[in-house]
């Protein structure tokens, strides 16, 4: 009996060290699933600074014609392509003031984009 309880309290102390290390290691951190709000402005003026991160933004969803694609703009005309995402759904809340969340990326043949996983509005 007493080595059952010997075991159980070494094994309690076990995981509260564990639990301790993982908190002292995580605690500063952001979650790695968690989006980061970034401004159109700034994934427009350094896109380097947000490669491949989970982002947050906020603009007017645009539908351009010429390169047939979905932007969020700002104000003063920066823009980034919302890919990825219901095309139905992006022209029916053109337009509108959208929050969309997902993967951001950039290249010399697309230009800033976000790989949407969700287009939500502002109201």
Known sequence: MGRLLL????LVLAVVVLAATFLLRTGGESSPSAAMPVSVHD????????????????GVLRFLHKPNDHFVVTAEGLG????GYDEA?????AGET???TGRFGYD???GTYIDAESV???Q
């Open 108 to 110: 010399g043949e697309t």
């Open 80 to 83: 980034v392509i919302v890919r």
């Open 89 to 93: 759904a992006l022209r029916a809340l």
């Open 43 to 58: 994934l427009s003026v350094a896109p380097e600074a947000h490669a491949a991160e989970r982002i947050v933004t906020t």
């Open 98 to 100: 959208v929050t969309v």
């Open 7 to 10: 075991y159980a309290c070494i």
């Open 120 to 122: 939500t509005t502002d």
